[in-house]
């Protein structure tokens, strides 16, 4: 018969593979890889978008500046109504990558009655499992019997 090894026992006598059976504590199944999402400042293009605005209106509220090269503004002077298409140019990108990414998302494809179907079956399941921990929770009138007619 064989003791459970020590810390201090030699290599040789130490188990080469963990102990198995009902101590052994089961291990969670893998959770499935979810994709990473982008940072929030992918889905906010307000900013951006304030930006291309305030541009546009100090054009008209200010007199014609010097353009300093054809066909693009300096990115925080005033913007000219031909120049705005090349200004969003940096919001449509951001907007595409943001679409991108929520349909990368698992179950984005899914419609509002099957996410409500799986709400429904799932209430269902933690009622039944309410129950039958309610039930566990009673004593057994079976055991109170039991423990009358020993005791008597």
């Known amino acids: 018969m064989s003791a459970a090894p020590t810390p201090h026992a030699p290599v040789s006598a130490r188990a080469s593979v963990p102990p198995t059976g009902s101590a052994t504590p089961a291990l969670p199944p893998p959770q499935p890889a979810t994709p990473t999402l982008p940072p929030p400042s992918t889905f906010d293009v307000l900013p ?3 930006r ?54 698992p179950d984005i494809d899914r419609t509002c009655e099957d996410q409500q179907e799986e709400i429904d079956h799932l209430e269902a399941r933690i009622a039944k499992l309410k129950t039958a921990l309610q039930q566990l929770a009673q004593p057994s009138q079976e055991a109170e019997d039991g423990d009358q007619s020993m005791t008597g």
């Open 52 to 105: 291309i605005l305030s541009r546009l209106i100090s054009t008209s509220a200010q007199p014609p500046a010097p353009t300093p090269t054809p066909g693009q503004a300096p990115a925080d002077g005033p913007l000219d109504i031909q120049q705005v298409a090349t200004a969003a140019t940096e919001v449509k990108l951001k907007l595409q990558k943001a679409r991108k990414a929520v349909m990368a998302l």
């Open 48 to 50: 951006d978008l304030h």
